[in-house]
């Protein structure tokens, strides 16, 4: 087992709106689907482990691209949206925010008389996990939301989140049981968010003398060492920069799915009657699902399937979003998804956009390119949590702007 990494965040406060989260949970739960049916509940597992693919699953959904709200809203969504199902999917979420953490003991005993696993090693596992990073790792942060994701097969992985006493930004940590050794020698593998200057962690290689001089709490010899340490750190402006975005995927993404020849691109993805702006979507969604881990470097592009609350980069896109979740529930209920023709298709999307990269050179515009798409997205339903302005019909828009 090994821990999986941290975010630090800037902190955002208010709560998602119903119209948003209601989506999220929808298109979260087909998206882990989808991953389920093509990779197996490994992968599901080891990429909620990411916090690059886990901050770029956020994006896609509508979240803010940057901010902590992306931990608590998107595992709030997927909670709601998996549990019901979780006997077929083999997937189950404990914990969350708040009080609802301190359920996660509660939870974890009711999951395993479900499953049969160990719950006593699985409520153990969540308690240490918790301990060590707000007891053994003093970095100013403190846990307010927990969650063990666990599968069938006894394997999980957990993500939670401390708020920095002084500084008003917050933290995440994730965790997966593959390879985890100890608990207590340099278990993390990933953790995201800002430098804090000094700090207490008995959990570091280094502090092996210092435990053995406090208390082993492992009696084990640890087994491996953490080689691949993945840190992000967001920033605190809620706008897009070039800084931001790998403009090479972008630029290829949007020539793909704008401005490629539209009767040859229907044929390919065999979705007739979508437009280039969900299909922009789609291929976003795609990657998230199919893209590799090096695909996620940049979380800030997957707000280009479908905005943010806050309005940036640009609104969400209500009549896109809505299309995008439609696609993707009406493709797994197909009796074979692995061999149906959407998802051959969508993964052609995804790959084609890759192919188009190899010899792409952006010319980046990103201003241009994120003014169109405020503009598309009012058009097509855009709302943020605070709605204003009048909705410009599509002929206001103009002809299509040289972005890329």
């Given at each position: 087992?090994?821990?999986?990494?941290?975010?630090?965040?800037?902190?955002?406060?208010?709560?998602?709106?119903?119209?948003?989260?209601?989506?999220?949970?929808?298109?979260?739960?087909?998206?882990?689907?989808?991953?389920?049916?093509?990779?197996?509940?490994?992968?599901?597992?080891?990429?909620?482990?990411?916090?690059?693919?886990?901050?770029?699953?956020?994006?896609?959904?509508?979240?803010?691209?940057?901010?902590?709200?992306?931990?608590?809203?998107?595992?709030?969504?997927?909670?709601?949206?998996?549990?019901?199902?979780?006997?077929?999917?083999?997937?189950?979420?404990?914990?969350?925010?708040?009080?609802?953490?301190?359920?996660?003991?509660?939870?974890?005993?009711?999951?395993?008389?479900?499953?049969?696993?160990?719950?006593?090693?699985?409520?153990?596992?969540?308690?240490?996990?918790?301990?060590?990073?707000?007891?053994?790792?003093?970095?100013?942060?403190?846990?307010?939301?927990?969650?063990?994701?666990?599968?069938?097969?006894?394997?999980?992985?957990?993500?939670?989140?401390?708020?920095?006493?002084?500084?008003?930004?917050?933290?995440?940590?994730?965790?997966?049981?593959?390879?985890?050794?100890?608990?207590?020698?340099?278990?993390?593998?990933?953790?995201?968010g800002r430098p804090?200057?000094?700090?207490?962690?008995l959990s570091s290689?280094?502090?092996?003398?210092n435990r053995e001089?406090?208390?082993?709490?492992?009696?084990?010899?640890?087994?491996?060492?953490?080689?691949?340490?993945?840190?992000?750190?967001?920033?605190?402006?809620?706008?897009?920069?070039?800084?931001?975005?790998?403009?090479?995927?972008?630029?290829?993404?949007?020539?793909?799915?704008?401005?490629?020849?539209?009767?040859?691109?229907?044929?390919?993805?065999?979705?007739?009657?979508?437009?280039?702006?969900?299909?922009?979507?789609?291929?976003?969604?795609?990657?998230?699902?199919?893209?590799?881990?090096?695909?996620?470097?940049?979380?800030?592009?997957?707000?280009?399937?479908?905005?943010?609350?806050?309005?940036?980069?640009?609104?969400?896109?209500?009549?896109?979003?809505?299309?995008?979740?439609?696609?993707?529930?009406?493709?797994?209920?197909?009796?074979?998804?692995?061999?149906?023709?959407?998802?051959?298709?969508?993964?052609?999307?995804?790959?084609?956009?890759?192919?188009?990269?190899?010899?792409?050179?952006?010319?980046?515009?990103?201003?241009?390119?994120?003014?169109?798409?405020?503009?598309?997205?009012?058009?097509?339903?855009?709302?943020?949590?605070?709605?204003?302005?009048?909705?410009?019909?599509?002929?206001?828009?103009?002809?299509?702007?040289?972005?890329?």
């Amino acid at each position: 087992m090994k821990r999986g990494g941290t975010a630090d965040l800037p902190l955002h406060y208010g709560k998602v709106p119903k119209w948003l989260y209601e989506r999220m949970s929808k298109l979260g739960l087909s998206i882990i689907e989808n991953i389920l049916a093509d990779y197996g509940q490994d992968e599901v597992l080891i990429r909620l482990a990411d916090p690059f693919w886990f901050q770029s699953f956020g994006a896609v959904m509508g979240m803010d691209w940057h901010s902590s709200g992306v931990t608590t809203s998107v595992m709030g969504a997927l909670k709601r949206s998996v549990n019901p199902n979780s006997m077929s999917l083999g997937i189950h979420i404990c914990g969350g925010k708040g009080n609802q953490s301190r359920e996660t003991p509660k939870e974890i005993l009711k999951v395993s008389e479900l499953t049969g696993i160990d719950g006593a090693l699985m409520v153990r596992n969540s308690r240490m996990v918790a301990k060590v990073d707000s007891t053994a790792l003093q970095d100013g942060y403190q846990l307010y939301l927990h969650n063990f994701i666990l599968s069938d097969q006894g394997k999980w992985t957990v993500v939670q989140q401390g708020m920095h006493f002084r500084d008003g930004t917050a933290r995440r940590y994730h965790w997966h049981s593959d390879n985890l050794g100890s608990f207590v020698n340099g278990p993390q593998r990933h953790i995201i968010g800002r430098p804090q200057g000094a700090l207490l962690d008995l959990s570091s290689h280094e502090a092996a003398q210092n435990r053995e001089g406090i208390i082993s709490l492992c009696k084990e010899a640890p087994e491996s060492v953490v080689k691949e340490f993945r840190s992000l750190v967001m920033s605190a402006e809620h706008q897009v920069g070039t800084v931001d975005i790998d403009l090479k995927r972008l630029g290829a993404m949007l020539y793909v799915t704008r401005e490629a020849n539209v009767d040859d691109f229907e044929e390919l993805l065999l979705l007739k009657g979508i437009g280039p702006r969900t299909m922009q979507a789609l291929a976003l969604v795609s990657e998230v699902i199919h893209g590799g881990p090096f695909r996620f470097q940049d979380p800030a592009r997957f707000s280009f399937a479908h905005g943010g609350k806050d309005g940036y980069p640009f609104p969400v896109p209500l009549k896109v979003y809505d299309q995008t979740i439609e696609i993707f529930q009406t493709s797994i209920k197909s009796c074979d998804w692995s061999m149906s023709e959407k998802n051959v298709a969508i993964r052609n999307l995804h790959q084609l956009c890759v192919k188009a990269e190899s010899a792409f050179r952006p010319d980046s515009d990103l201003s241009s390119a994120i003014q169109r798409e405020r503009m598309e997205s009012r058009a097509y339903g855009g709302r943020t949590v605070v709605d204003s302005g009048p909705v410009p019909k599509l002929s206001q828009i103009g002809a299509q702007l040289s972005l890329f």
